[in-house]
């Protein structure tokens, strides 16, 4: 898969290179190739990638012209939606999956339905949970 993204990029994107090639894709605000790295299953957007991304104004400029691109009618693309939920750093991912994991156990009594859970999760924001905290 790695050569496959290297080649859809056009980027040499080696094992020293933090840069993932979906990274890559968002800073050249190329929808092409981060479609087409979605489509074949390369992408992955890393804890570390989104560290690159080091502002909310950088993130709002490389990433969101990209997903408002690639899903028009979703009106807000920095927060969770289904849809969207590749595009998210992993640690956002690990903990989203597991809530729903958690939720869809049977011997889950859940609070709230599963269609209010998912409403709950779009207002969770592009890398969340992987923010540290202060003072912790």
Not at 91 to 108: E, F, G, H
Not at 117 to 123: C, E, N, R, T
């Amino acid at each position: 898969r790695q050569g496959r993204a290297s080649a859809i990029i056009g980027h040499d994107i080696d094992s020293k290179s933090r840069a993932s090639a979906l990274n890559v894709g968002f800073r050249r605000r190329d929808a092409r190739s981060v479609h087409l790295l979605k489509e074949i299953g390369s992408v992955s957007l890393s804890d570390e990638d989104m560290k690159s991304f080091s502002s909310h104004q950088m993130e709002k400029k490389c990433i969101e012209p990209v997903l408002k691109q690639l899903s028009p009618t979703i009106q807000n693309v920095m927060h969770w939606r289904r849809d969207l939920h590749w595009s998210f750093p992993r640690m956002d991912r690990q903990v989203l999956n597991t809530l729903w994991y958690a939720l869809s156990k049977p011997s889950a009594s859940s609070v709230l339905p599963k269609d209010l859970w998912l409403l709950a999760f779009s207002f969770v924001g592009r890398g969340w949970f992987s923010k540290p905290t202060k003072g912790i």
